[in-house]
Nanobody, 126 residues
Framework: QVQLVESGGGLVQAGGSLRLSCTAS????????MGWFRQAPGKARATVAAISPDGVNTQQADSVKGRFTISRDNAKNTLYLQMNSLKPEDTAVYYCAAVRSSGGIFFIRPSSYTYWGQGTQVTISS
């Protein structure tokens, strides 16, 4: 049974930082492209960042470029999202997701992903 468990969310002031983690089990982590997504109240789920199985290729949404960094540790079956210079508009539930892939291939659209975590709340106060 595949499980993705996010952690690291919380309440921080604007300008602060958080690091989200997503620990995977029940799959061969190094064979999956991974992504971070977020959903604010009343809005559709949006892609934040994605990373290839080998960790070489990444892409971030324009809204977070220069502030958020996606990374992974395949030895620890863990995906990370380092979030700096946080803004109130970053407030959302953040989800990690996985899709089987290989090498340097990653996916951007949420509909491409097979497995999803339960989400972790990130709230940024102004």
């Amino acid at each position: 049974q595949v499980q993705l468990v996010e952690s690291g969310g919380g309440l921080v002031q604007a300008g602060g930082s958080l690091r989200l983690s997503c620990t995977a089990s029940g799959l061969t982590f190094s064979s999956y492209a991974m992504g971070w997504f977020r959903q604010a109240p009343g809005k559709a789920r949006a892609t934040v960042a994605a990373i290839s199985p080998d960790g070489v290729n990444t892409q971030q949404a324009d809204s977070v470029k220069g502030r958020f960094t996606i990374s992974r540790d395949n030895a620890k079956n863990t995906l990370y999202l380092q979030m700096n210079s946080l803004k109130p508009e970053d407030t959302a539930v953040y989800y990690c997701a996985a899709v089987r892939s290989s090498g340097g291939i990653f996916f951007i659209r949420p509909s491409s992903y097979t497995y999803w975590g339960q989400g972790t709340q990130v709230t940024i106060s102004s």
